[in-house]
């Protein structure tokens, strides 16, 4: 059984004053598609999660043979977007589901790769830096979507993290934890990759 992919791109992007990170160009495309590509590279199960007002996002992916769910409550948080990736990956039998986070631009085709070739199926495998701070993806197995399927509020998946195994997969430089929240860090980042 193959493991699904949850793009969470159903955020408000708030602390970019304005812009949406998520279409921000990176490698001659916006963002989100780019993250789209590379995890069509390793499933063909994606799922990328909306906000009902996403309509900019949703064009970057056409295309793309990616399936998108508009998140009703995505003002709730991460957590309206990992019930969706979780019920999805149920439906259709998944071994897991890998959480990408559509704001890491440095992760490549072949992190994923490596992340899905630690995943045992029975832990939560968490990618991190290289000097092992944790960070993204992360693989959920399927034993732990009903849980889930259940969360609620902006809290994301820290609990499940907590109460469950989990197996740390040591990814090169800070791939695993480059996220661009901020119109600075994005500044900072396009300084370092011109």
């Given amino acids: 059984m193959a493991v699904a992919v949850l793009l969470p791109a159903a955020g408000a992007s708030r602390r970019m004053r304005g812009r949406d ?10 963002l989100l598609r780019e993250r789209a590509e590379v995890a069509l590279s390793v499933s063909d199960d994606v799922l990328v999660t909306l906000p009902p007002e996403g309509a900019a996002r ?3 992916l056409d295309g793309l043979p990616v399936a998108r769910r508009v998140v009703a409550q995505a003002a709730e948080g991460m957590a309206a977007s990992l019930r969706a990736g979780a019920d999805r990956a149920r439906a259709r039998g998944a071994a897991g589901l890998m959480v990408l986070l559509p704001d890491m631009p440095d992760l490549t085709a072949g992190d994923l790769a490596t992340a899905l070739a630690a995943f045992d199926g029975r832990a939560i495998l968490r ?9 993204h993806p992360v693989i959920f197995p399927a034993a732990v979507l009903p849980e889930m399927a259940a969360l609620s ?3 994301g998946a820290r609990a499940l993290l907590s109460r469950h195994p989990v197996i740390l997969c040591a990814l090169p430089a800070e791939r695993a934890i480059t996220d661009l929240d901020t119109p600075e860090a994005w500044a900072a980042w396009r300084a370092r990759n011109p």
């Fill in 58 to 60: 949703a064009a970057v």
């Fill in 127 to 135: 990618a991190t830096s290289q000097d092992g701070r944790p960070g």
């Fill in 21 to 30: 990170k998520l279409l921000e160009e990176v490698r001659g495309r916006a």
């Fill in 153 to 155: 509020g902006g809290e």
